[in-house]
């Protein structure tokens, strides 16, 4: 059964760091193309950054609002992916999830809670 199961998250003042790990089970994950979506409050879900398939991966595309402060990345013998935060803003306040879409299907993890506040 594929499942995705997040940690990490919580709160940082404007200008902290905080990151988040995804780990997969039930799938291959350097078949299928993973990241990570967020949601803020009142607004729709939206890409933050898309990790292509493959083993060894460098085309990782970022949300223009992230760039430069995000860095999504993956280990694959231990089916875990990362999203790295640095200089965190009070925009950056949402829920995060990763995601994959394996045979057409999108599959989420449960959510995790990021608050961006001094």
Not at 30 to 38: E, P, S, T
Not at 62 to 89: C, H, Q
Request: hydrophobic content about 30%.
């Amino acid at each position: 059964q594929l499942q995705l199961v997040e940690s990490g998250g919580g709160v940082a003042q404007p200008g902290g760091s905080l990151g988040l790990h995804c780990a997969a089970s039930g799938f291959m994950m350097d078949y299928y193309a993973i990241g990570w979506f967020r949601q803020a409050p009142g607004k729709q879900r939206e890409l933050v950054a898309s990790i292509p398939k493959g083993e060894h991966v460098t085309n990782i595309d970022y949300i223009d609002s992230v760039k430069g402060r995000f860095t999504a990345s993956k280990d694959n013998p231990k089916k875990t992916f990362y999203l790295e935060m640095n200089n965190l803003k009070p925009d950056d306040t949402a829920v995060y999830y990763c995601y994959t879409e394996v045979n057409g299907r999108t599959y989420w993890g449960q959510g995790t809670q990021v608050i961006v506040s001094s």
